[in-house]
Structures are given as C-alpha cells and as structure tokens.
C-alpha cells in the first residue's frame, strides 16, 4: 500500500500486480475513516466490483458484469445514508 499522511490526514492506495486500485483509505481526524475496494475479474481484467464502507460501516457496493462491448452495473445500498459517494 502507497501512504501518504500530513498532520491533517491520512490516505492509502493499494493497487494489485497489474497496477489497478485495489483499496483507497482516507482517514481524516475527526472524520470517520473511508475504504474503496475494487476486484478484477481474472479473465477479461474488467472491474467486476467496487464497495465502499464509511467508518467501518457497509455503505455501497456495485457489481459489474461484462458482455462484448455491452456493461451493466447493478448497485446494492449497504444502508441508506448521507454519505453516498
């Protein structure tokens, strides 16, 4: 993971062997922590999902499936909330 943090803040980016993002952590005092994590589907290298969770807590998550030049998303509201991103 690739860190980056001043006396305000702190942000981390984790990226797999092909260089995508994997994870990005924003942890700000005061402020509840906030994870984005992706997967990649193994054969077509397209992002199969991205779920997010905000101080610890599921807020979203989306599925991805892949079709010739076709993409559909599905979303799926961990809770309903203020925070959606």
């Known amino acids: 993971m690739v860190q ?3 006396d305000f803040s702190f942000s981390g980016y984790g990226y797999d ?3 995508r993002s994997t994870e990005v952590l924003a942890d700000n005092p005061g402020l509840p922590t906030v994870v984005l994590a ?3 589907d193994r054969l077509d290298g397209l992002r199969s999902w ?14 991805a499936t892949h079709g010739g030049t076709a993409r559909s ?7 309903r909330s203020a925070h959606q991103l």
Request: net charge negative; hydrophobic share 30%; no cysteine.
């Open 73 to 79: 998303e599905s979303g799926g509201d961990y809770r």
């Open 50 to 63: 991205l779920k997010a969770s905000i101080g610890g807590t599921a807020d979203f998550g989306i599925t």
């Open 38 to 40: 992706s997967e990649y």
């Open 4 to 6: 980056v943090a001043d």
């Open 17 to 19: 062997d092909l260089d």
